[in-house]
Structures are given as C-alpha cells and as structure tokens.
C-alpha cells in the first residue's frame, strides 16, 4: 500500500482527466485512474505515470452506477489507502441537437452520468476524508463546463443543465462539510481540445468558436489540471466553494 496521499480522477483515460492524473503523480500522488470500458487507454496513462516513477492503478468503474462507484473506493482503499483527493471529472454527452429532439433516454444517462455519479464518487469520498467519520481530511474538485453559464443552445442543453447541477452541488457540499476538513470546489473549462467535442458530433468544434474566446485559442487539457491541483494544494488552503472559469477570459 502506498504512503504517498491518494487521489481518484475519474474519467481519467484521456482528457482533462488523463492530464490530471499525469500532473497528480508528478505532485506526489498515488493515483487511482479511473475509466469505464478503455482499458488500454487507462493503462497507457498508468504506463506513463510508472515511466516517470511515480504511482498509479487503473480501475474500471461505471460512475453512473451505485455498486461501481462503492467498489472503486473500497478496491482504491485496498490498493493504494484511504483517499484524500477526488476529481469528479468523468461525464458525457450526446449528438448535438435542440431540446425537441431529445428523448428521454438520452436525458437520463446525460444526469446519471454527470450528476448522480459525480454524487456518489464525492458521498464515498466524504465517508473517508470527513472528520466526522474518523479521517483527516482532503479535497474534492468537480469538473464542470462554461456550458453551466451559456446553456449550449442548439447543441446539448441537457449536458449544460447537468453542468450547472454540478456548480449548485460543489457549493452546497463545500458548506456542508467545511468544518470537517475537506474542502470542495469546482473548475469549469471552456473550449479545450478534447475528445469530448467527437462525442458531440463535431471534433473540430473548438476551432469554429475559438473566435469568441478574448484570447482568440481554445486551452489545452494541462491548463486545466494546473488549476485542479492548484485548488487541491495547500496554497488554495483558505478557498472551497469557488468556481475557477479556465476558459480563456469567456
């Protein structure tokens, strides 16, 4: 078992997710590299954390779902200790459409998926870090989007309403357990370059709107992850309940 602190990134096979889990290792974690059915992905991200010397195991976990979510923390705890860092980061979308064109099948895995899950991963977190319960403490960061604050009109309105769930959910939690010595918060990107966009049904979406972005670029999946760890580090010690934009002045 580890001695290092530990951090679960979810969703962490690619993306915002396999950039923080890199940058996690390199800070002195041992990282739990959560993913849903890429196995060789997660393990490439392992891979590249163990070439680096640092310390890192791939689970499978389908966040979605209650059972999954309970085994990935207790198999974490077996494999690596008790956690002290979670990054809700893991979420999805679907085809870009307007809200008339949805189903709702398509609503409830977009909530399961983004809502529930990042629920239930910080419920398991909390039983483990929270005084109350016999730890010592952590931190939590939610992964949300720009989309919280735009709704994403014409594209995925139910993606963006799942986002601003998120925000609503980092702050009631971050009072919630303020005195317990965790402390939550949230980051929500802008146009990143990242898988997700091919999910939506367009892989060059960043380069079409990175116009309206003051700094005229769409930001990288490292941008992202210096301002997770950022808010995990000590330096953020007296900050919770704060949404950090890394979004590029949008």
Sequence with gaps: MSQLPVIIVTGANCGIGAATATLAAERGYAVCVNYRQDRDSAEAVVQQIVNRHGTAIALQADISREADVVALFRETDACLGRVSALVNNAATLEKQMRLDAMDSARMEHVLAVNVRGAMLCAREAVRRMSTRHGGSGGGIVNVSSLAAKYGSPGEYVDYAASKGAIDSFTIGLAKEVAEERIRVNAVRPGYIYT?????????????RVKSSVPMQRG?????????????????ASYITGTIVDVAGGR
């Design 219 to 235: 930001g990288q999946p490292e941008e992202v992850a210096r301002a997770i760890l950022w808010l995990l580090s000590e330096e």
């Design 195 to 207: 898988e997700m966009h091919a999910k939506g049904g367009e892989p060059a979406r960043v380069d």
